[in-house]
């Protein structure tokens, strides 16, 4: 079975400062889908960043980005020139590309706080 | 194009009650997803229904917990008999179709509270 982890129940960061969150997971799977999740404290789930596996580029998104390492099984967020708006829980989270279950398996979660 | 949308936003039952969560589907979606997640923890998938379907239900806790999803009419899931552990968010996702680079859209959650 897959497996997200997130060893970071906790980040802080100073306002326009960067940060990085981490994760890994575990899969057999060669093909496969992985995400970052914010979600703030009014509990909705907003979709960050989005990596394809057979992708060697890695994905960015205005101020986020990933360092994706396929062979270590690691997937980081970095979040640069932070902002207030960006304290939330950050959830990274795996999805197998085709067939079988749709499921997203979700990591529990890094909290980040900004601090002005 | 309105969202996915949850109702009741807040639930509150009595332990043995019986709690019933809607979800509503993007307009063209057929794929729907049902994930809790407890306090302080990440979501946990639940349940994978298409229109009239089950797909996977391998995160459903065998007993009190159902789904479903007709033909018309929001998405479904029932939980019989409540118990404080029960207490929990739910969130409800809906993608247009499955696999590929398809997204799922989360709804803004049903937090239940059981007392």
């Known amino acids: 079975a897959q497996t997200v982890t997130q060893s970071q129940p906790e980040m802080s960061v100073q306002e326009a400062e960067t940060v990085t969150l981490s994760c890994t997971y575990d899969?057999?799977?060669?093909?496969?889908?992985l995400f970052w999740y914010k979600q703030p404290p009014s509990r909705q789930m907003i979709l960050v960043i989005r990596?394809?596996?057979?992708?060697?580029q890695n994905a960015t998104e205005n101020r986020f980005s990933v360092n994706f390492q396929k062979a270590a099984k690691s997937f980081s967020l970095k979040i640069s020139d932070s902002q207030l708006g960006d304290a939330a829980m950050y959830f990274c989270a795996y999805r197998r590309s085709q067939g079988g279950s749709e499921k997203l398996v979700f990591g529990k979660g890094t909290k980040l706080t900004v601090n002005p | 194009n309105a969202g996915v949308m949850q109702n009741p936003r807040h639930l509150v039952r009595r332990r043995g009650q019986e709690a019933r969560l809607r979800c509503s589907p993007m307009?063209?979606?057929?794929?729907v997803y049902w994930y809790r997640q407890l306090p302080e923890e990440g979501l946990k998938f639940m349940v994978y229904l298409q229109k009239e379907n089950i797909i996977d239900e391998s995160g459903m806790p065998k007993e009190r917990f159902s789904a479903e999803f007709p033909k018309e009419g929001p998405s479904i899931l029932r939980i019989q008999q409540v118990v404080r552990g029960d207490s929990a968010a739910y969130f409800c996702?809906?993608?247009?179709?499955?696999?590929?680079?398809?997204?799922?859209?989360f709804g803004p959650g049903t937090r239940l509270t059981v007392t």
């Open positions: 996702a809906s993608s247009p179709r499955a696999g590929g680079r398809s997204e799922q859209y």
């Open positions: 990596q394809e596996a057979y992708k060697q």
């Open positions: 899969t057999s799977e060669s093909d496969y889908y």
């Open positions: 307009k063209g979606h057929s794929h």
